[in-house]
């Protein structure tokens, strides 16, 4: 089971730390990613980070602006979003897997506003 938090209106320019937390499988052992859906549009992946947090990836659109972490100690996945703009509202999902997702978090709203 994944379950994100986190999620919340903030300004343009603001920063916002999303959360994942993960239970009922070996997280440490899985790739993880982070996935947004926005307002009428399809699934957008984000960000992935290798089982032991040593390396990461972005999409040209999050490059530079969020990072992606994990602390295999508290089997959670974070996402600290940063200069966020009005085109990063969407609903936010944590899944296993970097190219291909097995479980799916329920997602977590964020409203840049």
């Known amino acids: 089971q994944l379950v994100e938090s986190g999620g919340a209106l903030v300004q343009p320019g603001g920063s916002l730390r999303l959360s994942c937390a993960g239970s009922?499988?070996?997280?440490?052992?899985?790739?993880m990613s982070w996935i947004r859906q926005s307002p009428g549009k399809g699934f957008e992946w984000l960000s992935a980070i290798n089982g032991d947090g040593g390396v990461t990836y972005y999409a040209d659109s999050v490059k530079g602006r969020f990072t992606i972490s994990r602390d295999n100690a508290k089997n959670t996945l974070n996402l600290q979003m940063n200069s966020l703009k009005p085109e990063d509202t969407a609903v936010y999902y944590c899944?296993?897997?970097?190219?291909?997702?097995?479980?799916w978090g329920q997602g977590t709203q964020v409203t840049v506003s």
């Open positions: 009922g499988f070996a997280f440490n052992h899985y790739p």
């Open positions: 899944a296993s897997g970097s190219t291909r997702f097995g479980q």
